[in-house]
């Protein structure tokens, strides 16, 4: 019985390399949590494109910024939950949440109901006046869509990164965008804009 149980363990040389192997897995799947210098990196890095987002979303630059700031007080409070790998998901999905509950407290959403767009029918020549029409669509955009295409046509992410943003997958981001790009389209039709 000895010889078999000798021969069922490997030699003590093989199993320590063999406990290296798994305390090394064991620590590669433990992720690294925020501490004070990688908090302070993330909102160095993704400050600008956080508020960025938000200031499309919410239209107003001192909302945008309130809310910027709850989410990166959030982010410090749960930093023992937050992966640093993830922070940056974490934060825009933290941000989305908070504006679309402000905009529901505040029923700031516009609808067509409302007829606060300009009446059909009226030219606009100047950029500026056509990009503020093109604002006013996009604004009139339910909330999921409104940020997907905020997302994906003015800050430039993935089609996977803002799944992992907004929690879904990359083909319904595709559904969700191909549904607002053709409202918006629709919308500057009625109003003459498109050619």
Known sequence: ???LFN?????QRKFSTCNFLIVQIVLTVQAKKLEKLEYN?????HSNSLFGFAVRFLRN????RDIVQDSFEKLWVNCEKVEVTKAKSWLFTCTYNAMVNY????QRMISVANNEL???????????????VIDQAVSILPPLQKSIILLR??????YEEIGEILNLSPSQVKVYLFRARSKVKNQ???????Q
């Open 1 to 3: 019985m000895g010889f």
């Open 7 to 11: 021969r069922l363990f490997l030699p």
């Open 41 to 45: 990196e993330i909102v160095k890095n």
């Open 61 to 64: 630059k001192d909302d945008a």
């Open 103 to 106: 905009s529901y407290r505040r």
């Open 118 to 132: 300009p009446e059909q029918g009226i030219q606009y020549n100047a950029p500026f006046e056509s990009q503020q």
């Open 153 to 158: 046509d003015i800050e430039g992410y993935a």
């Open 188 to 194: 500057l039709k009625q109003l003459n804009i498109t």
